[in-house]
């Protein structure tokens, strides 16, 4: 009798761990089937509605994350569980290629962009014409621009390269709102809470709260591409179709309704 109650609690056990087993290989199953995505904050919208679309109709989910592609590169460097990066510009996905972070061979170019002034919806500022020299700082007022912090977001990496190469920088430097990301950026311009600022031509496009008034030249600054890659380490089949899919006519129809140029 002994020893079929020790042989019953040893079945149990076994079952015990067999199920325990069973949950978790569960569940890493289904982490592999979700593709997570850290994209730059001006993607927001296009990103979230590609994602959509590859979620729909299989069994495979899309995380995403967006924020300012310094931020998500370091947060990649530091392990974060990101399959896939969406760069706003080259600078933060050759930071993680050199440090072995991106799978090389799934790197491409996908799209382009260009840089805008913005005001808000009911400012009485009319066209602003961004040429060399343009008086940027009587256009501010007793107010401030707002920009993606130009040492180390992409929006304001290239604003300020845009607005130094037209002679304005110097000028309306100590005058900058330094914001966390483009979207932030947006965000001030939205709330009426500087004058003017500086986004790139698609977040200015999905607000009725700002009105473009300027668009720079492209010769001011260089071209802004947004690279994208499977994290080292994180690819699967799931993450390959995700990539296909970026590149896809449906993709392409999704990045030019919010104003993306398509490489």
């Not at 609690?9 to 978790?24: D, P, R």
């Not at 927001?44 to 995403?64: D, K, L």
């Not at 991106?102 to 009319?126: G, H, Q, Y």
Request: aromatic share 8%.
């Amino acid at each position: 009798m002994r020893k079929m109650c020790l042989r019953g609690m040893t079945v149990a056990g076994m079952m015990a761990v067999i199920l325990l087993l069973a949950g978790s290989f569960g569940t890493l199953w289904a982490a592999s089937d979700t593709v997570t995505v850290f994209a730059a904050a001006s993607t927001t919208n296009a990103v979230t509605e590609i994602g959509a679309i590859f979620s729909q109709g299989n069994e495979e989910g899309f995380r995403p994350s967006f924020a300012s592609s310094s931020t998500l590169a370091k947060q990649i460097e530091n392990g974060a569980p990101a399959d896939i990066f969406i760069s706003a510009n080259k600078k933060w996905m050759d930071y993680l290629e050199e440090k072995g972070m991106i799978e090389k061979d799934t790197r491409i170019d996908l799209l382009s962009n260009r840089l805008v002034l913005i005001v808000p919806a009911d400012s009485a500022v009319k066209d602003v014409a961004t040429g060399p020299g343009f008086d940027l700082l009587t256009l501010l007022g007793d107010g401030r621009l707002s920009m993606g912090d130009p040492d180390h977001v992409p929006a304001g990496i290239y604003g300020k390269q845009a607005l130094e190469s037209l002679g304005v920088w110097t000028t309306i430097e100590s005058r900058v709102a330094r914001a966390k990301d483009v979207r932030a950026a947006l965000a001030l311009v939205e709330r009426g809470e500087v004058p003017v600022g500086l986004v790139y031509a698609t977040d200015a496009a999905i607000s009725d709260k700002v009105r473009v008034v300027g668009t720079f030249p492209e010769t001011s600054h260089p071209p802004i591409v947004y690279p994208v890659a499977v994290v080292a380490g994180r690819r699967s089949p799931a993450a390959d179709r995700f990539i296909t899919l970026l590149q896809s006519p449906e993709a392409r129809a999704v990045f030019e309704k919010y104003g993306f140029s398509v490489r």
